[in-house]
């Protein structure tokens, strides 16, 4: 089953801006994933956070996990044409079932 | 070398048919996953499987019939398709473990129903 709501759902900024897409869910979880889906693809692992962290980094990925508030956001810095894209949340839970959110349809204008 | 493939990447075809995709990865992951995508890009698990044993399997049409010949393997065998099939098939496998679920998915399969 689906639990995990995205917003926005679609956004569109001009290249060299950030870009922050968030999640939420309703469950406890395990960890939490971002998944990138470029256009006609297979989606790609980009960052897993642990339920008892509460920021990651990875390059120009910054993650935030917010339990009290079931929540994260994915901020990518300096936005480039090619992080044109889909991007989805998934949540683990402690059956290790991910569970996945609606997706955050992103275009980067040059 | 491809870690997830499946085959084929189209397939088109007229309702009523039978249909198969395959997929098959060399990543050693002991679980493996079919999912359907819709035209709102909306993901859907289907089927799991660990070690080829069945461990889910969501409200899904009996049409759908997984098969795990091994723990490389997981394919999907479609009968009597409808036109409300029509989508985007994808597999996907990861290692089980905490922390280990991270998915590696296919390319995908677009089928067209007409």
């Known amino acids: 089953s689906q639990q995990g709501e995205e917003d926005p759902q679609a956004l569109s900024i001009q290249e060299g801006e950030n870009a922050t897409m968030n999640c939420s869910y309703k469950t406890s979880i395990n960890n939490l994933q971002w998944y990138r889906q470029n256009s006609g693809r297979g989606l790609v692992h980009l960052i897993l956070?642990?339920?008892n962290e509460r920021e990651k980094h990875s390059g120009r990925l910054r993650v935030t996990l917010d339990t009290s508030k079931k929540s994260s956001s994915l901020l990518i810095t300096a936005s480039r044409a090619a992080d044109t894209a889909s991007y989805f949340c998934?949540?683990?839970?402690?059956?290790?079932?991910?569970?996945w959110g609606a997706g955050t349809k992103l275009i980067i204008k040059p | 070398d491809t870690a997830v493939s499946q085959t084929p990447k189209y397939l088109v075809t007229q309702m009523g048919n039978d249909k198969s995709i395959k997929c098959e990865q060399n990543?050693?992951?002991?679980?493996m996953y079919w999912y359907k995508q819709d035209s709102k890009k909306f993901l859907k698990i289907m089927f799991s499987y660990n070690n080829k044993e069945l461990i889910i399997n969501e409200t899904v049409p009996n049409r759908f019939s997984p098969k795990s010949p091994d723990k490389a393997h997981l394919n999907l065998h479609i009968n009597s398709l409808e036109l409300g099939d029509s989508a985007v098939y994808f597999c996907?496998?990861?290692?089980?473990?905490?922390?280990?679920?991270?998915?590696?998915f296919g390319a995908g399969t677009r089928l067209s129903v007409l």
């Open positions: 996907a496998s990861s290692q089980t473990g905490v922390g280990k679920n991270i998915q590696y």
């Open positions: 998934a949540t683990e839970n402690s059956n290790y079932q991910l569970i």
């Open positions: 956070i642990r339920s």
């Open positions: 990543l050693g992951h002991d679980t």
